[in-house]
């Protein structure tokens, strides 16, 4: 069974930095492309990177990019999100999902981690 | 102000058949295929519907996709109190080389 847990949320400051994780199993990880979606509370889904099944080719909103870094450790099955420079606007659930190429269907989610930017 | 243009909100009585559009630009939905997410209160985004029109095992036939141009849309036929949800398309941009959502469409049902 296929499995996303994403884990690393909590409060930050403003200007500060978290790190996310998502642990993937119940299938070949090194197979998939994943992607980062985030939901502020009460507000729709808005994606926010994607990093292809070797890692080498990623992509970021402009909301993020220069602050968010995307990677992942395939030996690990893990996705990582570092996020630096946090504003208020980036309070909301990230969740980690799987796809089989870059422009398919997210077909798996996580259930989500809480990130909170506030003084 | 999202990418792609959905209606806040739809409505339908059990049985009935509700439609769902979503509007886009030629650089996302006019050279890209949609998916559509289902999300229930208080849980993470399922797929519901990939590739305008084919739906991942476990979807009811209830539910349909279909794309003309620059404009997708879901149709969900015989309208059941389960199906009460969020529902959001999206696709590939190619202007802005990401993914991106609908403001997504809050389904009652009546």
């Known amino acids: 069974e296929v499995h996303l847990l994403e884990s690393g949320g909590g409060l930050v400051q403003p200007g500060g930095s978290l790190r996310l994780s998502c642990a993937a199993s119940?299938?070949?990880?090194?197979?998939?492309?994943m992607s980062w979606v985030r939901q502020a509370p009460g507000k729709g889904l808005e994606w926010v990177s994607s990093i292809s099944d070797s890692g080498y080719s990623t992509s970021y909103a402009d909301s993020v990019k220069g602050r968010f870094t995307i990677s992942r450790d395939n030996s690990k099955n893990t996705l990582y999100l570092q996020m630096n420079s946090l504003r208020a606007e980036d309070t909301a659930v990230y969740y980690c999902?799987?796809?089989?190429?870059?422009?398919?269907?997210?077909?798996?989610w996580g259930q989500g981690t809480l990130v909170t930017v506030s003084s | 102000q999202s990418v792609l243009t959905q209606p806040p909100s739809a409505s339908g009585t059990p049985g009935q058949r509700v439609i769902i559009s979503c509007s886009g630009r030629s650089s996302n939905i006019g050279s890209n295929v949609v998916h559509w997410y289902q999300q229930l209160p208080g849980s993470a985004p399922k797929l519901l519907i990939y590739?305008?029109?084919q739906r991942p095992s476990g979807v009811p036939d209830r539910f349909s996709g279909s794309k003309s141009g620059t404009s997708a849309s879901l149709a969900i036929s015989g309208l059941q109190s389960e199906d009460e949800a969020d529902y959001y398309c999206a696709a590939w941009d190619d202007s802005l080389n990401g993914r991106v959502f609908g403001g997504g469409t809050k389904l009652t049902v009546l």
């Open positions: 999902a799987r796809a089989v190429g870059g422009r398919d269907g997210l077909d798996y």
């Open positions: 119940g299938f070949t990880f090194s197979n998939y492309a």
């Open positions: 590739s305008n029109n």
